[in-house]
């Protein structure tokens, strides 16, 4: 459900642009991630979980885009595609949804040993070292499953969960705390739809770069590069806070072992107020960690991507790699 209503939201935006345009959307599709709902999404050692069957169809040009999560992409993505848009983001923040019976309380306030519902292994490590008197158990399932599984069973006090699919599904109503960055950075991308295209489709890629929000794409170029340069996916915590203001991006990034008790923190910013280059220019079509962005500075962006990439040095220099292995080992067994 919240996959077709992200897909209906970028169609919306391209038939405003396009009246003349006539856009169908194939739904009868699923994917690896949607079909194993009996496994922690960090165990299946899958890279592209949700997004391989749709990129299949893409490469048999049985479809011209793919609207995505961006969160679920991989920073590599293969040979012969690239993210032709990536939409204005929606709250990137981690939100709380309570059982029926805590409504009106925070994680703080739940009693001790009350059990709290994630699939996310980021998730779980910074919550675990904020909140050590609670305990945390893999939740799978879509929106819908996971809401079901709280509300009808007494398994979780809570579960957590994007602050962005919540609200485009409607139901922002059951939002009882928002984790605000110093409880909980979010996921690389997260909130921010991304618009895949075969790299080699001018037309295509043309139309639907007219969605790129300028800000998104930057603040997620840096992510991504952070996330690549870490070599991190979502069998390691791996996590980060953007913002980007006057003509600044910093960049917040973080790395955690399994239980949260040992991590590696930092920020680092740079300027990416760049004047839009001449509209010819022969690096037209320059990816940045997958994302191709015709309309937006590629100063900008490439200064977005050594942000994140100097970033994900300095951490390593201090030791995340030694974090990540061992978090790597420890999910693998």
């Known amino acids: 459900q919240l996959a077709r209503i992200q897909t209906d939201s970028v169609v919306e935006m391209l038939r405003e642009l396009y009246p003349d345009l006539r856009f169908e959307i194939v739904v009868a599709m699923s994917t ?13 050692g899958e890279k592209s979980l949700f997004t391989k069957e749709l990129e299949n169809a893409l490469e048999r040009n049985e479809v011209d885009l793919v609207v995505h999560s961006l969160k679920d992409l991989p920073t590599s993505l293969p040979p012969g595609f690239t993210i032709g848009a ?40 910074q919550l675990k070292k904020k909140f050590p008197q609670l305990e945390f158990r893999d939740i799978r399932g879509n929106l819908n499953t996971r809401l079901k599984k709280l509300d009808e069973k007494e398994d979780f006090s809570a579960i957590i969960l994007a602050a962005a699919g919540l609200k485009r599904m409607g139901w922002e109503n059951r939002i009882g ?48 590069a952070f996330m690549k340069h870490l070599e991190g996916g979502c069998s390691v915590p791996v996590a980060v806070n953007t913002v980007l203001k006057d003509g600044q991006l910093y960049l917040t990034g973080a790395v955690y072992s399994l239980d949260g008790s040992d991590s590696l923190k930092d920020t680092m ?20 960690v997958g994302i191709t962005a015709k309309n937006v500075p590629g100063q900008a962006q490439e200064a977005a991507e050594n942000l994140g990439v100097e970033l994900a040095s300095l951490l390593l220099n201090k030791g995340a790699k030694h974090i990540l292995s061992v978090a790597r080992q420890l999910n693998d067994a």
Do not use: W
């Open 177 to 224: 705390q928002l984790l605000s960055p110093e409880d909980c950075l979010y996921a690389v991308g997260q909130g921010a739809l991304a618009v895949e295209v075969r790299a080699k489709d001018q037309e295509i890629l043309n139309m639907v770069s007219a969605l790129h929000d300028a800000d998104t794409v930057l603040r997620c170029i840096a992510e991504r």
């Open 86 to 125: 990536v939409c204005k983001r929606e709250n990137p923040l981690d939100a709380v949804v309570f059982h029926p019976k805590n409504c009106g309380k925070t994680l703080s306030l739940l009693p001790e040993k009350s059990v709290i519902g994630t699939s996310s292994l980021r998730r779980a490590a």
């Open 32 to 44: 690896t991630g949607d079909k194993i709902l009996d496994t922690a999404l960090s165990k299946i």
């Open 269 to 288: 910013q740079t300027g990416v107020n760049y004047p839009r280059e001449n509209e010819d220019g022969p690096n037209d079509d320059v990816q940045h």
